[in-house]
C-alpha cells in the first residue's frame, strides 16, 4: 500500500531503556508529523518536519524525545531513559506540503509499553 | 491557547438512528481550520473534513453532514441513518495559521457505538 508506514507496531520495552520508533511517510510528501496518544486521549503534537529539518518541535515533552529525518523521507522518533509515562500510541502523519489546511495521512501507529 | 472541547465521552444508538456529535473549540486566531477524524478498532486516523474559519457554509456528504457556527464556536457532525460500520472514536481537531505549534488540536475523542 501507499499510506504511512509504522514499524514496530508495538514495542514493549523495560524502564529506563532507549527505543526508536519509525515511519514512513507517502512517497512525496514533504511534511511529517509525530503525535502522542495516551489511551482514552486524542493525539497530543510532539513535532512536525518539513523535509529534513524539524520546523517545529515545541511539543516534545522533554529532552528524553528526539525525533530525527535525515533525507527527507523516512523519520525516526528516539526516546531515551524510557519512563512508564511514556507508554502510550504514537502516531505518525505525512502531508503533501505541510501548512495548516493541508489534510494529513496518519499510520496506525507503534503502541508503545515501558514495563 | 487552542482548546477543542468533545464533551460526549460515549454515545451508544441504535442502527439507523441519526447521531449528532458535538465539538466546540477556543482559539484567538481569526484564521483556522477545523477537521473531524475518524479512528476505528484499526488505530489508524481517517479524515473525514476540513473546514476554514472564513467558510461557514454547511456541508453535506452522503450520510454525514456538518454545522460549523462561528458565533458559538461550534463545529458539529451530523450521522444520518447510522450504521454498525460507524462505530468507532470521532475526533475534532484544530490548528491556526497564526503562528502557533504546527500540529493538530486534538479533543478527547467521542466513542460512537452503533447497535444492531
Known amino acids: 500500500g501507499a499510506g504511512v508506514s509504522q514499524t514496530p507496531s508495538n514495542k514493549v520495552t523495560e524502564k529506563g531503556k532507549y527505543v526508536e520508533l519509525r515511519c514512513d511517510p507517502i512517497?512525496?510528501?514533504?511534511?511529517l508529523y509525530w503525535y502522542r496518544q495516551s489511551l482514552g486521549q486524542g493525539p497530543e503534537f510532539l513535532i512536525y518536519?518539513?523535509?529534513?529539518?524539524?520546523?517545529?518541535d515545541s511539543g516534545l515533552p522533554n529532552d528524553r524525545f528526539f525525533a530525527v529525518r535525515p533525507e527527507g523521507s523516512v523519520s525516526t522518533l528516539k526516546i531515551q531513559r524510557t519512563e512508564r509515562g511514556d507508554s502510550a500510541v504514537y502516531l505518525c502523519?505525512?502531508?503533501?506540503?505541510?501548512?495548516?489546511?493541508?489534510?494529513?495521512?496518519f499510520g496506525q501507529g507503534t503502541r508503545l509499553t515501558v514495563v | 491557547a487552542q482548546k477543542v472541547t468533545q464533551a460526549q465521552t460515549e454515545i451508544s444508538v441504535v442502527e439507523k438512528e441519526d447521531v449528532t456529535l458535538d465539538c466546540v473549540y477556543e482559539?484567538?486566531?481569526?484564521?483556522?481550520?477545523l477537521f473531524w477524524y475518524k479512528q476505528p478498532p484499526s488505530g489508524e486516523l481517517v479524515f473525514l473534513i476540513r473546514?476554514?474559519?472564513?467558510?461557514?457554509q454547511n456541508e453535506i456528504s452522503g450520510r454525514y453532514s456538518w454545522n460549523f457556527q462561528k458565533s458559538t464556536s461550534s463545529f458539529n457532525f451530523t450521522i444520518t441513518a447510522s450504521q454498525v460500520v460507524d462505530s468507532a472514536v470521532y475526533f475534532c481537531?484544530?490548528?491556526?495559521?497564526?503562528?502557533?505549534?504546527?500540529?493538530?488540536?486534538f479533543g478527547k475523542g467521542t466513542h460512537l457505538i452503533i447497535q444492531p
Open positions: 502523519a505525512s502531508s503533501l506540503s505541510g501548512g495548516p489546511g493541508t489534510e494529513a495521512f
Open positions: 512517497s512525496g510528501h514533504t511534511a
Open positions: 518536519f518539513q523535509g529534513t529539518g524539524a520546523a517545529d
Open positions: 482559539t484567538r486566531d481569526t484564521t483556522y481550520y
Open positions: 473546514r476554514n474559519s472564513f467558510d461557514e
Open positions: 481537531a484544530l490548528i491556526s495559521s497564526g503562528g502557533g505549534a504546527d500540529g493538530l488540536t
